[in-house]
């Protein structure tokens, strides 16, 4: 992907086991995210891949002529009463060909804020944008005969006053729970939403997140959650402006389990636990 104009991370330390120690940016004008709690899903995956990105710049291990895309990735929280994150390491954990990392954050009192593991693929093919062109055309034929989306009220949700709506009231069929999520430009990207950033092209982790703790709050009809530990294996591209089909597989007193299909083609499973 094309090298980025900034960096979440700074003071960078390649360390002799090919580690990368890093201090973390407090500047919540530049990375208006940083306003939210630092254990918040959003949060969390939005430094995934800000620090992933200024590490491996910093270890000379990125190469920005090739595309590469999350395909997995985990999260477990420290401290619940730790700070915003003031630094961090950045560990390659690579099995064969397969990329693979592991981040911990800590806070300017040392204590950790969560562990971070992901996954991810570096795409061969030289004509990325094109190959990409060709999903979204058929994307925005589906969304081009999705009507008025009615969306869950903010106050089920746990959000603020000027964080949108993502996903749609809780249905129950057959005995099975769904809901139906859709992330547009306006809603899913700055400045329709404070907190999202991105390039845009498709829906991105820290989207997909956000999406699970919105379901993860209806299930609570409407408390507050705190997200303690996260899993998300990702297979396919999901797009905006897409209507996106969520089922919650799984339901437990502080877990679940959700599939999440779009145009009939299933994307990727989520599961999370809370407090």
């Known amino acids: 992907m094309p090298a980025l104009d900034r960096s979440y991370t700074s003071d960078h330390e390649v360390r002799a086991d090919g580690s990368v120690a890093f201090a973390c940016s407090q500047d919540v004008r530049e990375w208006p995210w940083l306003a939210l709690p630092p254990q918040h899903p959003l949060v969390i995956q939005t430094q995934n891949f800000w620090t992933s990105v200024g590490a491996t710049q910093a270890a000379g291990t990125r190469d920005d002529s090739k595309w590469s895309a999350l395909t997995w990735t985990d999260w477990v929280l420290g401290d619940r009463a730790a700070g915003i994150a003031a630094r961090g390491l950045f560990e390659r954990t690579d099995d064969n060909d397969k990329l693979e990392f592991a981040i911990e954050l800590f806070d300017a009192q040392d204590r950790l804020i969560a562990r971070i593991r992901g996954r991810g693929v570096v795409f061969r093919t030289r004509d990325f944008e094109s190959w990409r062109d060709k999903s979204k055309v058929k994307a925005r034929d589906a969304a081009a005969e999705t009507g008025v989306f009615d969306y869950a009220p903010r106050e089920q949700l746990g959000l603020s006053s000027v964080e949108p709506p993502l996903i749609a009231p809780l249905r129950e069929q057959d005995g099975s729970l769904t809901t139906t999520a859709l992330i547009t430009k ?17 829906v991105n982790t820290p989207h997909l997140a956000e999406v699970a703790r919105q379901v993860a709050c209806l299930l609570c009809d409407g408390r507050q959650v705190t997200i303690t530990s996260a899993e998300m294996d990702m297979h396919r591209y999901i797009e905006l402006d897409t209507p996106i089909e969520i089922s919650i597989d799984v339901v437990a007193e502080n877990r679940m389990t959700l599939s999440v299909s779009q ?4 994307c990727a499973t989520i599961a999370m636990e809370w407090a």
């Not at 306006?186 to 092209?201: I, K, Q, R, V």
């Not at 145009?263 to 299933?266: A, G, K, V, Y």
Request: proline residues 10%; without cysteine.
């Open 186 to 202: 306006e809603n899913g990207l700055m400045p329709g939403h404070p907190y999202f950033s991105g390039s845009g092209d498709h």
């Open 263 to 266: 145009l009939e083609r299933s």
